[in-house]
């Protein structure tokens, strides 16, 4: 059995250490885990016949934009595209829609509409082009 996954996680099998008893935490991605640890700066993913550890450079409980930039850029980028597109489109929609003599709500809605689509869709590929780029570091 190999030890370390491909993102350079420590397995662990539960035969080793059945019962993780620390606080269970929300935060940080789960990767398909049934639940996720933290403890300090230790991250603890509990899949069903094992547990995955990695050593976080920042605490997300005691810093979480430290931990953003420092741990998982890929979602202040994915974050960062789809506010500055979803606002930019939203702004363009908007704009349109008031020139074709919509009114000021029916523009509004639209530049939502348009704004959310655009952002979250361009949000998703920096995300996922930031991970791969991140990914193929280790």
Known sequence: MEFIDTDGNIIVPKAVRPIIDFKETALG??????????????????????????????NPLTSPLGHLLMDAPEYLAGAAAAVIIGRCVGAAVYRGRKRD???????????????????????NIVFSAASSLKNGRR
């Open 101 to 123: 003599g919509k009114s000021s709500r029916d523009a509004a809605i639209a530049a939502v509409v348009a704004g959310y689509l655009a952002g979250s869709s361009v949000g």
């Open 29 to 58: 991605s789960k990767k398909g885990a049934k639940r996720q640890y933290r403890y300090g700066n230790l991250h603890i993913r509990d899949y069903d016949t094992h547990y995955t550890l990695h050593m976080d450079k920042v």
